[in-house]
């Protein structure tokens, strides 16, 4: 008996240090896990966003049947020349190759040959041959003809970007007139003769004209009319209707001036400004505005319903909504509201797409309002359009 309580002894103790051994070697993970209940989260409003992809870059296409040469012609503008080559014209300064051997390399003349070549795979439109001066090879070299003469070309005889005729009198004259510049003009008082009307050659008065700067020429202008918001009414400037030029003859209050031209009779209270002889820009490079703009059609110049291509039309986007010069927008048409035949409902109607009918350019900017050149045009361009960001 007391054997038999040793060996149950032993096989206890062997027993226990067995299992000691195997909670050492084992891992202490519990085959289980507690986890502590976190309190409910307050209710959530899911909110679903479309992001919209990143859009590629604008691809440039080439006409179908564009040529491989073309010949400068007289009259043309880079616009046109585009055109020929392009869909989208106002792409030029993009697709347009300067060889650095040529001098004025950005200016065309008449007479030169453009021609398509090949940069790093890509189209590119170059001048292959001057006009007059040279030839200009694949290599860039230019051969001169040596002479004894001096021959210059100047930069009015170049090519310029868009009809420079179509709106040079939005150039050089004065097209919008802010009310406190209007309040202080000077004003014809009467003429020579005290006519009511008068025109060129004629002898006017003028009162509270400055003359102490400025070369001794004025604008006489006529304000038009009031040009004003269509979306919140606001007075944007009046419209200059555009009357002649004068040259001072004496000094004074009233100061004495003679008509030297004239575009319509010439009244009382017309005002006058100095002539600002400043250069205005002849090449406009065509880009879109740095932000997202839509703007609303102010005035259609000398038209009164509706103008097409190279005709001009006023906006009230200006310099403060960062639009400049050389910026180009898409004219839009609004769709037009429309009764569905087919609806059981008699008062039921559908409003159609808005479709795009041109293109303008940004010619000249004030600080509320500008003007814009219609480059391009589907169908008449009407006040109740409007234009957008291209």
Not at 33 to 54: F, G, L, M, R, Y
């Amino acid at each position: 008996m007391p054997n038999y309580a040793k060996k149950q002894r032993a096989n206890r103790f062997i027993l226990i240090c067995s299992v000691l051994l195997l909670n050492a070697c084992a891992d202490r993970t519990l085959p289980f896990s507690i986890i502590e209940q976190e309190p409910e989260a307050a209710d959530i409003t899911v909110i679903k966003v479309n992001i919209t992809e990143p859009k590629s870059p604008e691809v440039i296409v080439y006409e179908t049947e564009h040529p491989v040469t073309y010949i400068v012609q007289k009259g043309d503008t880079l616009w046109d020349i585009s055109s020929h080559f392009l869909r989208d014209p106002w792409h030029w300064p993009e697709i347009w190759f300067k060889n650095p051997q040529v001098e004025n390399p950005h200016l065309i003349y008449p007479g030169d040959i453009l021609a398509i070549i090949y940069i790093s795979g890509q189209k590119r439109i170059q001048i292959q041959q001057r006009g007059e001066d040279g030839k200009i090879f694949a290599s860039g070299l230019k051969i001169v003809k040596l002479s004894p003469r001096v021959h210059s070309k100047p930069i009015d005889a170049s090519i310029p970007s868009i009809p420079i005729e179509s709106i040079r009198h939005l150039l050089s004259r004065p097209l919008i007139i802010e009310k406190d510049v209007l309040d202080n003009a000077a004003y014809v008082l009467s003429s020579i003769d005290n006519h009511l009307a008068n025109s060129t050659d004629d002898t006017l008065y003028v009162r509270k004209l400055n003359t102490s700067s400025g070369n001794g020429r004025y604008h006489i202008f006529r304000p038009n009319k009031p040009l004003k918001d269509p979306i919140t009414n606001e007075l944007l400037g009046y419209e200059a209707l555009y009357v002649g030029e004068t040259k001072l003859l004496r000094q004074g209050d009233p100061a004495t001036l003679l008509v030297t031209n004239s575009v319509r009779e010439i009244l009382r209270n017309d005002r006058v400004i100095p002539l600002d002889h400043t250069d205005f820009v002849r090449d406009f490079f065509p880009s879109p505005p740095t932000q997202k703009v839509r703007g609303e059609i102010v005035s259609l110049l000398n038209a009164i319903s509706q103008l097409g291509r190279y005709q001009t039309i006023a906006l009230n986007l200006g310099q403060r909504d960062g639009i400049e010069t050389g910026n180009l927008l898409r004219i839009k048409h609004v769709g037009l509201v429309v009764r569905d035949l087919e609806e059981e409902d008699p008062d039921f109607r559908v409003k159609l797409p808005d479709e795009v009918i041109g293109v303008v350019m940004i010619v000249r900017t004030f600080e509320k309002m500008s003007y814009a050149l219609v480059m391009e045009a589907d169908r008449p361009v009407s006040i109740k359009d409007y234009v957008e960001s291209p």
